[in-house]
């Protein structure tokens, strides 16, 4: 292929001849994107340099101008690492920013943006950015596993209420409640995995809408640039007009990151009551905690509130990408800018409460005492005397009412029920025996729930020492 001559570089970023003066100061304010979209800014420039290799390949670069190219761009990351890049609004977005940075100092970079289009890279900015984003992510988001399984781990013998409608239901082994959570965060794991796979598909070489008429080599691009199957094939977008307009990637991170946002939150309110007077069961250690700046004793749960509380934007962040999505025409629209702040605020919010969760954890102690008076509660051990009634043979709707007539009972007479005796026991029902007194024993009625998943002894301690053998795999890994 015949080389074009470059152009000079006072020619270089403007976006054609049509214009004949530059945007006023306001407009350039209202739609620049630089102000934060600069965090795309080794994303662009990877991107830049798989596209400049290609050219080379396909002949429309030199291999001098490739090196030239490759070498400008190099520059420019690390001054933009080292805060000595200057960003220029009046030139819109990272990716002219970077263009123009380029072009100034290497004439050459004007045959860069060939069979390019700002559409398909930010596209392609955006997936990789994410990706990276993700991979983080699904790393700290181990680590919290790690705390909860830690946190529980810590204490296997201490039980607890467990609660529906917040009201005492059956005694819970404290390990078991955190490895529900542990069970939820693993499903957030497995949606964000899931979401990168799908999102791992390079969009370059769809131009601005229908491709190129030049020769790309878009399976190299993408090779370089790592989207890459499990095979090492190169996985490309199948639709040019899709690939620039789609921002699904965005959207399953935003609902996958919400729901995890909403686990954060419910872990937190959990913490929150453990933490309070009234439960006592956790004492959450002063740096992640505050006082208050009337009230002395104050020893206020803010990171876990702080947590419940930012689980509201993510949610929003979320209903703002749909909202932004619905009713655009086919391709790119200028809205989809608006994708960007969104999806940045959601990645901050969830990568930051994940951590500050996990560290918050390592810095909680279990109140042994607290947890025990609360689970001696021998009504929480009613359904063990339904099931007594159900192996000796009775339906379970009648030894139901029968255990409610004795907790009536109990209540009547105002003692608590495993104070009443065997006689009043059995005067309510018959089949009642010496034994029944023995179900009242915590230890025993824990022993007794060792169906898989139950929050019996044996159960929590495999559970346990599974999940330990499962996170111990590192960061990012599947646990299964
Ligand atoms: N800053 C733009 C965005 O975030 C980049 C793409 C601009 N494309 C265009 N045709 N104006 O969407």
């Given at each position: 292929m015949k080389h074009p001559r470059t152009p000079k570089p006072s020619a270089v970023v403007s976006r054609s001849g049509r214009f004949a003066e530059g945007p006023s100061q306001e407009v350039a304010r209202f739609s620049q994107s630089v102000s934060f979209d600069w965090r795309l800014w080794s994303q662009d420039i990877a991107g830049s340099i798989a596209h400049a290799t290609m050219l080379e390949k396909i002949g429309v670069l030199t291999r001098r101008e490739r090196r030239d190219i490759v070498a400008g761009l190099e520059d420019i990351g690390r001054e933009i690492q080292a805060g000595r890049f200057t960003w220029r609004e009046d030139l819109e977005d990272v990716h002219m920013n970077i263009e123009a940075a380029l072009t100034t100092r290497v004439p050459s970079a004007a045959k860069l943006h060939t069979a390019r289009s700002r559409n398909d890279q930010v596209a392609l900015d955006m997936r990789l950015w994410l990706r990276d984003e993700i991979a983080a992510l699904a790393a700290e988001l181990r680590a919290l596993q790690r705390a909860l399984v830690n946190l529980g781990g810590r204490h296997p013998e201490v039980v607890i209420p467990g609660y529906t409608h917040l009201q005492r239901a059956q005694p819970v082994f404290f390990a078991h409640h955190c490895l529900a959570y542990v069970e939820m965060f693993e499903r957030d794991a497995g949606r964000l995995a899931d979401a990168a796979v799908r999102l791992n598909e390079c969009p370059l070489g769809s131009g601005a809408i229908a491709g190129s008429t030049l020769p790309l080599d878009r399976g190299l691009v993408a090779s370089l640039l790592g989207f890459t199957d499990a095979k090492g094939r190169p996985r490309l977008t199948r639709n040019s007009m899709d690939a620039v307009s789609d921002r699904d990637f965005i959207v399953e991170f935003g609902a996958a990151a919400a729901l995890l946002a909403i686990h954060l939150s419910r872990l937190s309110e959990d913490l929150i009551l453990w933490a309070s007077s009234e439960f006592g069961f956790i004492r959450i250690s002063d740096a992640y905690t505050t006082g208050s700046s009337l009230m002395p004793q104050k020893k206020n749960p803010d990171i876990a509130e702080l947590t419940r509380g930012k689980s509201g934007r993510v949610v929003g962040n979320l209903v703002s990408l749909l909202v932004l999505l619905?009713?655009?025409?086919?391709?790119?629209?200028?809205?989809?800018?608006?994708d960007k702040e969104r999806l940045f605020d959601t990645a901050d919010t969830v990568r930051s409460c994940v951590r500050l969760t996990a560290a918050m954890l390592d810095h909680t102690t279990v109140q042994p005492g607290p947890c025990a008076a609360a689970a001696k509660d021998p009504l929480l051990l009613a359904t063990d005397l339904a099931d007594y009634l159900v192996r000796k043979g009775m339906p379970f709707r009648q030894a139901h009412h029968a255990v409610g007539a004795l907790v009536a009972l109990a209540e009547k007479t105002g003692r608590?029920?495993?104070?009443?005796?065997l006689a009043e026991h059995q005067a309510i029902?018959?089949?009642?025996?010496?034994?029944?007194?023995?179900?009242?024993d915590l230890t025993r009625a824990m022993d007794r729930k060792n169906l898989p998943g139950a929050p019996g002894g044996r159960q929590v301690a495999r559970q346990l020492a599974d999940w330990k053998r499962r996170l111990a795999a590192g960061p990012g890994t599947s646990t299964r």
């Amino acid at each position: 292929m015949k080389h074009p001559r470059t152009p000079k570089p006072s020619a270089v970023v403007s976006r054609s001849g049509r214009f004949a003066e530059g945007p006023s100061q306001e407009v350039a304010r209202f739609s620049q994107s630089v102000s934060f979209d600069w965090r795309l800014w080794s994303q662009d420039i990877a991107g830049s340099i798989a596209h400049a290799t290609m050219l080379e390949k396909i002949g429309v670069l030199t291999r001098r101008e490739r090196r030239d190219i490759v070498a400008g761009l190099e520059d420019i990351g690390r001054e933009i690492q080292a805060g000595r890049f200057t960003w220029r609004e009046d030139l819109e977005d990272v990716h002219m920013n970077i263009e123009a940075a380029l072009t100034t100092r290497v004439p050459s970079a004007a045959k860069l943006h060939t069979a390019r289009s700002r559409n398909d890279q930010v596209a392609l900015d955006m997936r990789l950015w994410l990706r990276d984003e993700i991979a983080a992510l699904a790393a700290e988001l181990r680590a919290l596993q790690r705390a909860l399984v830690n946190l529980g781990g810590r204490h296997p013998e201490v039980v607890i209420p467990g609660y529906t409608h917040l009201q005492r239901a059956q005694p819970v082994f404290f390990a078991h409640h955190c490895l529900a959570y542990v069970e939820m965060f693993e499903r957030d794991a497995g949606r964000l995995a899931d979401a990168a796979v799908r999102l791992n598909e390079c969009p370059l070489g769809s131009g601005a809408i229908a491709g190129s008429t030049l020769p790309l080599d878009r399976g190299l691009v993408a090779s370089l640039l790592g989207f890459t199957d499990a095979k090492g094939r190169p996985r490309l977008t199948r639709n040019s007009m899709d690939a620039v307009s789609d921002r699904d990637f965005i959207v399953e991170f935003g609902a996958a990151a919400a729901l995890l946002a909403i686990h954060l939150s419910r872990l937190s309110e959990d913490l929150i009551l453990w933490a309070s007077s009234e439960f006592g069961f956790i004492r959450i250690s002063d740096a992640y905690t505050t006082g208050s700046s009337l009230m002395p004793q104050k020893k206020n749960p803010d990171i876990a509130e702080l947590t419940r509380g930012k689980s509201g934007r993510v949610v929003g962040n979320l209903v703002s990408l749909l909202v932004l999505l619905k009713g655009l025409p086919m391709t790119y629209n200028r809205d989809l800018q608006e994708d960007k702040e969104r999806l940045f605020d959601t990645a901050d919010t969830v990568r930051s409460c994940v951590r500050l969760t996990a560290a918050m954890l390592d810095h909680t102690t279990v109140q042994p005492g607290p947890c025990a008076a609360a689970a001696k509660d021998p009504l929480l051990l009613a359904t063990d005397l339904a099931d007594y009634l159900v192996r000796k043979g009775m339906p379970f709707r009648q030894a139901h009412h029968a255990v409610g007539a004795l907790v009536a009972l109990a209540e009547k007479t105002g003692r608590p029920i495993d104070r009443l005796t065997l006689a009043e026991h059995q005067a309510i029902e018959p089949r009642f025996e010496a034994d029944v007194l023995g179900l009242y024993d915590l230890t025993r009625a824990m022993d007794r729930k060792n169906l898989p998943g139950a929050p019996g002894g044996r159960q929590v301690a495999r559970q346990l020492a599974d999940w330990k053998r499962r996170l111990a795999a590192g960061p990012g890994t599947s646990t299964r």
